[in-house]
């Protein structure tokens, strides 16, 4: 299909699940027009993983962080890592991925709080956008990004509220992630906010190898799929495609590249 280029915000390429054949997942991607591909840090090693990717592939950039999942494993020396990846490469474009997580609790809370705190701290004193995980913990997550008002760009990726919270968003000028979530069967909710909510805050993603869109459900993701999630998308819009892929497009570039 012929369309304007797509941007992966979010997705896992140092996940061992790609370490065998990235550059298939790649070719695939471009021929399904997924042009280029943000991959996220969840911890020191995923980021300075994701930074090598940025370096090695034109069409790969970058976000360094601590997930909410490993909240407990950092210490003050962790963050000033990050704070170097950070600043030694062009193609480090964000803070992420960060938030909170209730559903699993892998860290407990206060220490999910405290390192969400410091990296929105970290973020925007270097102007980088942030990208956002935030499961179960809706309202902790917005009142603590309500404390930095100096943020460049806020990414809620993998959006799971309903439309209230989007408009609650939406107010503060927040992005929407928008992923293989939205194909699932029963995620009405999800539907009906896409639906409603301005095109201007809604941008792509596949959360790969996680949450593979209905159709290879189950099976790792990759970007090439997120296709799917255009479709639905142009669907519940009743809009062409090719109107929400340079939609998202230019949404994308302005959070992550500010033009
Ligand atoms: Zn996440
Ligand atoms: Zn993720």
């Not at 963050?79 to 997580?101: Q, T």
């Not at 959360?207 to 790792?220: E, T």
């Not at 639905?232 to 892929?245: D, N, V, W």
Request: net charge negative.
């Amino acid at each position: 299909m012929n369309r304007a280029g797509i941007i992966d915000t979010h997705a896992h390429l140092d996940d061992k699940k790609f370490r065998q054949d990235i550059q298939n997942v790649l070719k695939r991607a471009a021929e399904a027009g997924v042009t280029r591909i943000i991959t996220m840090g969840n911890d020191f090693t995923a980021s300075r993983h994701a930074c090598i990717l940025a370096e090695q592939h034109p069409e790969i950039y970058a976000a360094v962080g601590i997930h909410p999942h490993e909240a407990k494993e950092v210490v003050p020396r962790t963050l000033e890592g990050l704070r170097i990846l950070a600043g030694n490469s062009s193609k480090v474009l964000a803070w992420g991925e960060i938030g909170l997580d209730y559903h699993y609790d892998f860290s407990p809370r206060d220490c999910q709080q405290d390192v969400f705190r410091k990296q929105l701290e970290i973020a925007a004193e270097l102007e980088l956008p942030v990208v956002i995980h935030d499961r179960d913990a809706h309202e902790d997550v917005l009142s603590i990004l309500k404390d930095f008002t100096g943020l460049k760009a806020v990414i809620i990726h993998c959006f799971s509220g309903d439309l209230a919270i989007a408009e609650e968003c939406l107010n503060r000028g927040y992005y929407l992630g928008i992923g293989g979530t939205l194909t699932y069967p029963k995620n009405n909710k999800l539907r009906n906010v896409v639906k409603y909510v301005s095109l201007k805050h809604l941008l792509l993603e596949t959360d790969c190898p996680y949450l593979a869109p209905q159709p290879w459900r189950g099976k790792r993701n990759e970007p090439a799929f997120m296709t799917a999630v255009l479709e639905e998308i142009a669907r519940l819009k009743e809009m062409p495609e090719e109107e929400i892929a340079k939609a998202t497009t230019a949404n994308a570039q302005k959070a992550f590249w500010g033009e």
